[in-house]
């Protein structure tokens, strides 16, 4: 792959998605009723809780669940245990266990630009290009355990 | 330029139907009809008071209608069970008339047309808005009628009651109060108010009145007339001084018992298009606080009680004449509103558990079903029947989304408290805005919210209303 290990890249973390439990059954309607900035989807059976300093909008089961996911824009702060916290106001009786973190999204840019075709040439078995389906190469990296999405400005996701 | 206000029709609908309905069932409980009758009866003053929606009053209206309650209590006015009194005034014709004499001893209802009125010392008022006065000195309640040319210094009466929200500042107001729109000058516009003038008998508010009037006349370049009184009850009573244009809070001194009142009278007189001075000694009172001067027409009086709140518009015109800022009209305003003024008293929200008569009243509405009784302060209750219902609702259809499901949607003054790290806010349901209605759709785009709501009710600065339709944008 082209990276261009040459420059220094910065690489910008845009979303952290994350799922932890409370162990402990919640009940979604009274967090629907009392918490606030909550949206309760009960078609589907969970409630999803935005939160705006931290910019986290988190997915919330009955059995305890939560999937969360952050937008940081630069810190590294972790606040998914003020989720946690909020939770607890509301009466449950949360206990923060098995954080993991699930998915990181991040933008790298790159100071040139990238020829689709020829790229995809280059790296047969594992970029695949379809430009009626999605304008960039998908590069699946088993060794970072990550899938790369290039782009032809040079965004890569 | 008054809307016809459909929320007292609708209250008083409403009200009407459910004791028509439940009147079978009390006879077979066994219960006197006069139980049935104090119920409606403690229902309208109650809805009257909590200023939810303007001229409630069944009567006439146009008349304003004072309530007198003979002095036993300080502050319970229309709270207590007994019958209240209704009087109507504005009347040409002075009648008496007795609409409901209360059992109890303590108070007694009268109904009082026409002006003017003598008041008795001790007595509370309570005009047809809700509007509560405390009297403590014997005051006369004139009419002036702008066709007389005879300015009427708005006065109020207050008390300042251990317990704010009972006290009024609104005005009372008076149908046959004509006012005379200001000049074309006129620089401030306001809801011209006219109220009855309740005169004081204390010596000492003249003076105080001299020196306001004196200072009043000063400003008003032009043919306006800034009426302001301040009737001190007692000479370390806090004057009011109305200013043009400016809303001046009188303040309300406060006397360590509750047995004297404050008197504060914020003249906001029409403006007398002659020029003519104001002769409110015509009332006969001492003190008359009318200056000369022309009068100012002020679109917000603000009484100076801490608790009161000042309105700055007047949303809703309500049944009663609604004076316009009109400065330019040379015509008469028949009414005016001093519900924005007047200080939100919720009587029904404070610490009250049982569900309360709370009807919105709307500004467009075409026709409304009632929705029910909702109480304001109660949320939770609220929200567990709207989601009990909801739930009923939702498993009948489960992908409908027209389905009229009650929704509650809450508007936050504050646009919610995520300021707060770590935490959330938990009174953001401690709003004073609420909307109780069923919904169409709701749509999120990313933070971009759409409601299409329909059938609803919402309390909005203390006021009712009533929607059929709403349509809201709201950024989160």
């Avoid at chain 1, 059976?45 to 999937?67: C, D, E, N, Q, Y």
């Avoid at chain 1, 995809?120 to 590069?139: D, F």
């Avoid at chain 2, 008359?288 to 801490?306: E, I, P, Y």
Wanted: glycine share 4%; charged share 20%; with cysteine.
């Amino acid at each position: 792959m082209d990276a261009a290990s040459d420059v220094a890249l910065d690489i910008l973390i845009t979303n952290v998605a994350c799922v932890f439990r409370t162990r402990c059954h919640l009940k979604l309607r009274k967090i629907a009723l009392e918490g606030a900035n909550v949206i309760y989807k009960r078609d589907v059976g969970k409630v999803l809780m935005k939160l705006r300093k931290p910019r986290i909008t988190a997915t919330i089961w009955s059995s305890g669940k939560i999937i969360c996911t952050e937008k940081q824009v630069k810190k590294k702060l972790n606040l998914v245990p003020d989720l946690a916290r909020s939770l607890q106001e509301l009466g449950f009786r949360v206990i923060f266990t098995d954080f993991k973190v699930v998915n990181i999204l991040a933008v790298c840019n790159m100071p040139f630009e990238i020829r689709l075709p020829e790229f995809t040439k280059n790296n047969r078995p594992h970029a695949s290009y379809e430009p009626e389906l999605h304008p960039a190469v998908c590069y699946p990296t088993k060794s970072l355990r990550a899938a790369l999405q290039v782009f032809q400005q040079g965004v890569s996701q | 330029m008054a809307f016809v206000n459909p929320v007292p029709k609708l209250y008083r609908s409403v009200i009407e139907d459910v004791i028509e309905g439940v009147r079978d069932l009390f006879a077979e409980e066994g219960i006197e009809e006069q139980v049935l009758k104090d119920l409606k009866q403690l229902w309208e003053t109650k809805v009257l008071q909590s200023k939810a929606t303007e001229d409630f009053f069944r009567n006439s209206v146009h008349s304003p209608v004072f309530t007198l309650q003979l002095p036993n209590s300080l502050h319970q006015t229309l709270q207590s069970s007994t019958a209240s009194l209704v009087i109507p005034a504005g009347r040409p014709l002075p009648s008496f008339t007795t609409a409901e004499l209360g059992t109890s001893s303590s108070s007694a209802s009268f109904t009082l047309s026409g002006y003017p009125i003598h008041v008795p010392a001790g007595v509370t008022l309570q005009t047809a808005s809700g509007h509560l006065y405390k009297v403590n000195v014997p005051i006369m309640v004139t009419q002036t009628s702008g066709r007389a040319s005879i300015l009427h210094p708005i006065q109020q009466v207050f008390q300042q009651l251990g317990q704010p929200p009972i006290i009024q500042t609104s005005v009372p107001q008076l149908n046959p109060c004509s006012l005379h729109a200001t000049t074309e000058k006129s620089q401030r516009i306001e809801t011209v108010l006219q109220q009855p003038t309740i005169l004081h008998s204390g010596t000492v508010d003249r003076k105080h009145l001299e020196n306001a009037t004196s200072d009043i006349l000063a400003p008003p370049a032009n043919e306006r007339e800034i009426m302001s009184e301040a009737l001190l009850s007692q000479p370390e009573s806090s004057q009011y001084i109305s200013l043009p244009g400016v809303v001046f809070p009188p303040q309300v001194s406060q006397t360590d018992s509750q047995v004297e009142p404050v008197l504060s009278v914020s003249g906001s007189m029409t403006q007398n298009l002659n020029g003519r001075p104001f002769s409110t000694s015509q009332q006969g009172a001492q003190h008359r606080h009318m200056s000369d001067t022309q009068l100012h027409v002020l679109k917000n009086r603000m009484f100076g009680c801490d608790s009161i709140k000042q309105q700055r518009n007047t949303e809703e015109p309500s049944n009663l004449p609604v004076s316009e800022k009109d400065s330019n009209s040379q015509m008469d305003l028949s009414i005016q509103v001093t519900d924005d003024i007047n200080e939100i008293i919720q009587i029904d929200g404070t610490g009250d558990a049982s569900s309360n008569d709370e009807i919105g009243s709307t500004r467009d509405v075409d026709e409304n079903e009632f929705l029910g009784i909702i109480d304001a302060g109660d949320l939770k209750v609220l929200e567990e029947e709207a989601d009990s219902i909801s739930n009923e609702d939702s498993t009948a259809n489960s992908s409908d989304n027209e389905d009229p499901q009650i929704d509650i949607v809450e508007e936050d003054p504050l646009n919610s408290g995520d300021d707060v790290s770590e935490q959330d806010v938990p009174d953001l349901f401690d709003t004073d805005n609420v909307i109780v209605c069923q919904y169409d759709k709701i749509h999120r785009s990313k933070n971009k919210w759409k409601f299409y709501l329909k059938d609803g009710v919402m309390c909005f600065g203390g006021r009712d209303y009533v929607f059929a339709k709403a349509i809201g944008d709201a950024e989160w």
